[in-house]
């Protein structure tokens, strides 16, 4: 519990590189993570060279975690390991489709989550990269993914720079989150109490006046996730997913 309770993304790295043996155990410890009909419906691409880092860093619009970690992974959906096994074995695939998709999506995403515990749980420092999803084509290109393989998350691994202070992000209280039994629709004034805390803290003032807005919710919907950026990438992405061979 304490782990958990404590646990913050890590976005600076010392120079200490991840041994080999160790980032392989650990892969293989999180390959133990539940797996939808236990089909591992997902591959990762471990990037090391600098190099290939560089031509990552545009598609996660240059964040400078992807060219400083030792390791970065790029975790991905895929169903062509398993299509192709189907039909070398006269079995008829039929997981062309967004039901099979999302399998895909929340094996490999549990995959991830569980290798990132184990990696934090090992004194490494872990950072999601969510723009993974915002590039998938240019990403595609980079690691040569094929039909069917979509990329879902990018974590990018090291040690951390002892001499950057974690910083630990709030959370909503619980009640905030947790229905019994049936969902609890949320009154205005339960929204209030809920958001009360994050909209006191300084940090979050500190983002609403730096960005000249009037509440922490416009700097959501205003600053980091516009729906116009949103609507462009989600077609991005819906066309990269047609095009891996998913009909949807
Ligand atoms: C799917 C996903 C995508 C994320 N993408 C990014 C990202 O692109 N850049 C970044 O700096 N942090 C990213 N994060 C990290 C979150 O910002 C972080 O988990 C959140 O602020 C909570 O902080 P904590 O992990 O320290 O508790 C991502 C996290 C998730 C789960």
């Known amino acids: 519990m304490k782990y958990f309770n404590n646990r913050t993304t890590i976005r600076n790295y010392s120079s200490k590189i991840i041994d080999n043996e160790l980032l392989n155990d650990m892969l293989e410890a999180a390959a133990h993570a539940p797996t939808t009909g236990g089909m591992q419906l ?33 975790f991905c959906a895929d169903f062509n390991r398993f299509v192709k096994w189907c039909q070398q074995r006269n079995a008829e695939p039929g997981f062309d489709n967004l039901q099979s998709l999302m399998s895909a999506i929340l094996d490999v995403t549990i995959f991830a989550q569980q290798f990132n515990t184990i990696a934090e749980m090992q ?3 872990c950072c999601y990269i969510g723009t993974t999803t915002y590039n998938a084509q240019e990403i595609a290109e980079v690691l040569h993914l094929p039909r069917l393989v979509v990329p879902i998350v990018t974590l ?50 500190g983002f609403v006046k730096e960005n000249n807005k ?35």
């Not at 040690?159 to 910083?167: F, G």
């Open 42 to 74: 997902y591959s990762v691409i471990v990037t090391e060279n600098e190099e290939m880092k560089q031509r990552l860093m545009p598609c996660h619009f240059n964040q400078p975690m992807v060219a400083q970690a030792p390791v970065v992974l790029t």
């Open 156 to 205: 990018t691994v090291g040690y951390p720079d002892e001499s950057v202070r974690p910083v630990t992000t709030e959370r909503l209280p619980l009640h905030g989150i947790v229905h019994h039994e049936t969902y609890q629709d949320y009154t205005a004034h339960d929204i209030d109490e809920i958001y009360a805390e994050k909209e006191s803290l300084p940090v979050n003032q």
């Open 214 to 248: 009037q509440t922490l919710a416009q700097v959501f919907t205003d600053v980091r996730y516009p729906k116009a950026v949103n609507e462009e990438f989600a077609k991005r992405l819906y066309d990269y997913i047609k095009a891996a061979g998913y009909q949807i």
């Open 123 to 125: 004194g490494l420092g």
